[in-house]
């Protein structure tokens, strides 16, 4: 493995850090065990949630307000996305939010399993096949295919663009 390389690719929820995350099988060690080894005797409980919750994607609504995206300069001499400090940069309404890898990318929403979101009133219901067209067509990588495990590196993936963070 060489330092820097991408483990997992993960989306972070507020204020209980929810993380969401490609968990099909890779050559990265499995996340839960992972996180549990840094966990020590912080009060902190980590567990898997996946057989409660389903992901799920809007985008293409004007409903879906885009906020514009703000750039500045690192030090680093790199481009990097500028977030409103006074805003969480994900948007603020419940078991959803912005996703801000791309412009277009609409909104994720948490739901439980066997449920559709409250918003598929005024979506038209698509394909995972379609998002996934959707996600390649506005250029964002995502899970083990697009950012192979322990070889990927997040600037060959411009995850620093994207928001990401190592």
């Given at each position: 493995m060489s330092p820097g390389a991408i483990l997992r690719t993960l989306a972070r929820r507020k204020p209980s850090y929810l993380l969401d995350y490609d968990p099909r099988p890779s050559d990265a060690p499995p996340l839960i065990s992972l996180l549990k080894r840094y966990v020590l005797r912080s009060k902190v409980k980590i567990r898997d949630v996946s057989e409660q919750y389903d992901v799920w994607a809007a985008w293409g609504n004007s409903a879906i307000p885009e906020p514009e995206r703000q750039w500045t300069w690192a030090r680093s001499g790199a481009v990097e996305p500028k977030w409103d400090q006074e805003e969480w940069p994900w948007g603020s309404k419940d078991e959803s939010i912005?996703?801000?890898?791309?412009?277009?990318?609409?909104?994720?929403?948490?739901?439980?399993?066997?449920?559709?979101?409250?918003?598929t009133s005024d979506h038209e219901m698509a394909s995972s096949e379609a998002y996934t067209l959707h996600r390649i067509l506005t250029g964002v990588p995502e899970g083990c295919e697009d950012l192979p495990a322990m070889q990927a590196f997040p600037m060959e993936s411009n995850l620093d663009i994207m928001g990401g963070c190592s």
């Open positions: 912005l996703d801000r890898r791309a412009p277009g990318m609409g909104r994720r929403f948490l739901v439980r399993k066997g449920s559709p979101p409250q918003e």
